[in-house]
């Protein structure tokens, strides 16, 4: 469905061109959608889309739902009734009275004759490409690549309409101020269709009960699916179960509702970041009791848990519906967070991306500073601090946290792996030359030279906004966090300037061969891990 509208809307563009290159666009056009082939894959889609509406509809146990849902859901709705008059005027009118639907003819008869349909087909347009583009951005906005063509696809997704209804207009301009006769050659009348088609009473008559006909269907439908709730719920009345929350709170519900349904309609703040698809992980929850009684996971079920290694006491709650009384702790804890701005980092729910993660800590700092006034600690942490910023900002990295006197960084939040880990050993090299310069200047000051130790490991993460209230911000955890911050504590016990590991190394292309390499046996890692020794003599030259 979505192409369909794409190519009619690129179609519709052409009429910024001429109603002739509009005309020649939509004869390819129709070669692709009027034909068996086409027409059944259009047409079908547009059946299952409305059928897995009313599907959704009625599988939902509770209408109350968060904002963004309810939105998609209700444009799909709107679609079909302002569609139908629209698609009887055009193809079913094209079926029955073999009227050529030509642009002139469309244009002509919406912007001069019909005004208000002109308007609501312009809605009809912008409802359609909306919410067709509302369920892209939900269905890729977790894979890794989607954040480097999401500028070129929100750009698309503004042009497209725009230039559409922007011929429209110009096109049907045009034709107001032109007579009747086309300017395309072909004779028009309101009755007659192109080369003397006339559309004659009895195709009115006919088109006119079609129209009828699909606007009962489908209100008939919509009835049926609430009629059918209403009765679902009386017969639930009678057949209730409750579900407990580690605040005390007691939901009862119908049985066969999900979790996720019964929190919200309990009222209980609950994540639910992919909708309640079993995409994600962040509606999990632990099963305190009743877990014995529990349906095994299905297929989406399991696989998502498998994914996050998930103990067998956790469960999806949007998949999860208990037929008996349950105990419940919810393990991501919502926060209000409609102040934070649309795009911000703050809301980003988490996922696993490749990244590198940099550690950077004075070394010997305490006995730098113990003799040092409180202004001056404050003043050179401030340098150290500043340095640090600079070079991760400006070879491309994000500073995530500074921590007494260490800091922490991150790499590849875009862009290749690979170019990451050039990234973080440019800014490594930044670093240590700035510390040194920064040692030199205050030499009169410190009783030793200032240095830095540096541990640098890439790898998987989870990356996404953590934290509470306001002091909340994007960061990565994981065993390459871990790792990262051992090979800091490496590069101390073995007084060198810089550890990086081999992933690191590889990906960044960087010449070893005048590098000291070591193994390492890192806690919690079943295979011990290679690693690089930078000292401070080297690491002009290496880096």
Request: proline share 4%; hydrophobic share 45%.
């Amino acid at each position: 469905m979505l192409v369909f509208v794409m190519l009619h809307l690129a179609n519709h563009s052409l009429n910024l061109i001429s109603l002739k290159a509009a005309e020649e666009g939509r004869h390819w056009f129709l070669l692709i959608w009027r034909n068996p082939v086409g027409t059944t894959l259009l047409y079908g889609a547009v059946i299952t889309h409305v059928t897995l509406i009313m599907r959704s509809l009625y599988l939902r146990r509770t209408l109350i739902m968060p904002p963004r849902e309810a939105c998609q859901i209700i444009l799909g709705l709107l679609i079909p009734v302002l569609l139908i008059e629209h698609v009887v005027g055009t193809r079913i009118r094209y079926e029955v009275a073999g009227l050529r639907d030509t642009y002139e003819f469309v244009i002509r008869t919406l912007w001069v004759e019909s005004p208000g349909n002109a308007v609501r087909q312009s809605l009809a347009l912008l409802v359609v490409w909306a919410h067709g583009c509302i369920g892209i951005h939900f269905w890729l906005r977790y894979r890794d690549w989607y954040s480097r063509v999401a500028p070129f696809l929100l750009t698309l997704a503004i042009l497209l309409p725009v230039l559409s209804l922007l011929g429209f207009a110009d096109t049907g301009r045009i034709l107001a101020s032109e007579p009747v006769q086309s300017s395309l050659g072909s004779g028009y009348n309101s009755s007659m269709g192109h080369a003397g088609t006339i559309v004659g009473a009895v195709e009115v008559q006919q088109l006119t009960i079609i129209k009828f006909m699909l606007y009962g269907i489908f209100a008939t439908s919509l009835l049926s699916v609430f009629t059918l709730r209403l009765v679902r719920s009386w017969r639930e009345r009678f057949d209730q179960i409750e579900i407990r929350y580690p605040e005390g709170q007691i939901v009862r519900v119908p049985r066969g509702f999900s979790i996720l349904e019964a929190s919200r309609l309990g009222g209980v703040p609950h994540y639910a970041v992919c909708g309640g698809k079993g995409r994600c992980s962040t509606c999990r929850v632990q099963i305190v009791e009743g877990g014995d009684t529990l349906l095994k996971p299905d297929t989406t079920e399991q696989a998502t848990l498998n994914r996050i290694n998930a103990d067998p006491d956790v469960r999806l709650a949007c998949q999860l519906r208990p037929q008996n009384n349950i105990s419940i702790v919810p393990l991501l804890a919502p926060t209000l967070e409609n102040n934070l701005p649309a795009n911000s980092h703050q809301i980003n729910p988490g996922r696993e991306q490749e990244i590198v993660i940099l550690f950077c800590d004075i070394r010997n700092f305490t006995t730098l500073t113990e003799s040092q006034l409180p202004y001056d600690v404050v003043f050179l942490l401030n340098r150290y601090f500043a340095i640090i910023g600079q070079a991760v900002e400006q070879a491309g990295g994000r500073v995530d946290k500074f921590i007494g006197d260490g800091a922490m960084a991150l790499f590849g939040l875009q862009g290749s792996p690979e170019l990451a880990c050039r990234q973080a050993l440019k800014a490594c090299a930044t670093i240590i030359q700035e510390i040194d310069r920064l040692s030199q200047e205050l030499a009169t000051d410190l009783f030793i030279p200032l240095r830095v130790a540096i541990g640098v490991h890439s790898g998987p993460a989870i990356v996404g906004a953590m934290g509470y209230s306001n002091v909340k911000s994007l960061t990565a955890i994981g065993d390459t966090v871990n790792v990262a911050s051992r090979l800091e504590t490496i590069a101390k016990e073995l007084d060198v300037t810089l550890v990086v590991s081999e992933p690191t190394i590889i990906k960044a292309g960087s010449d070893t061969s005048q590098l000291e390499s070591r193994e390492i046996t890192v806690r919690g890692r079943a295979e011990p891990l290679r690693i690089y020794v930078v000292t401070q003599a080297l690491s002009v030259q290496f880096l």
